[in-house]
């Protein structure tokens, strides 16, 4: 049963992540959001599974309510119309396309040099306070670079949404 749910967990986070960027049913930035919202709820699950109930509930209290609370207030403030869409440039899309390249190429030859580790990962205790320990000591910089990304998708939606002077 817990293999059926994974798996099930599993290919509804991936399909509502690619309706988060390449919606088919709205242009609408919020149906984007809430596609995102139904994605943070599955990836919740999937620790649920991995008996990590408490980034479960992490997962559920802070992205699904504060963080997408946020995102939302962000899109209504901008006051983003699904009809009024820009023109893509092509220079744009070809920078965008050469980034993604190189982050392909990166994560690549990242995963190609990663040598398994020799020893087993450090025994975490099922308390709070290990676990805000270990995440502000040995984890600190994924924390911090999931915060940083967090900022530049609020940057993102603020340049996405900006009138173009005519």
């Excluded at 649920?48 to 408490?54: G, K, M, S, Y």
């Excluded at 509930?57 to 609370?69: C, K, P």
């Amino acid at each position: 049963m817990q293999a059926a749910l994974f798996y099930i967990f599993a290919a509804l986070a991936l399909v509502c992540g690619f309706l988060v960027v390449a919606n088919p049913f709205s242009r609408n930035p919020v149906t984007s959001a809430m596609f995102l919202v139904l994605t943070i709820v599955w990836l919740a699950g999937l620790f649920v599974l991995l008996e990590a109930f408490f980034l479960g509930a992490v997962q559920i209290l802070i992205y699904a309510g504060a963080v997408m609370v946020l995102f939302l207030f962000v899109i209504m403030l901008l006051d983003l119309r699904a009809e009024e869409r820009r023109r893509l440039k092509r220079l744009g899309l070809a920078g965008g396309g050469l980034v993604a390249a190189a982050l392909a190429v990166l994560l690549r030859a990242a995963i190609h040099e990663a040598t398994p580790a020799a020893t087993a990962p450090p025994a975490v205790e099922g308390t709070t306070e290990a676990l805000g320990r270990l995440l502000f000591t040995r984890y600190l910089l994924p924390f911090e670079v999931v915060s940083v990304l967090l900022l530049v998708a609020m940057v993102g939606v603020v340049l996405l949404s900006k009138k173009e002077l005519k």
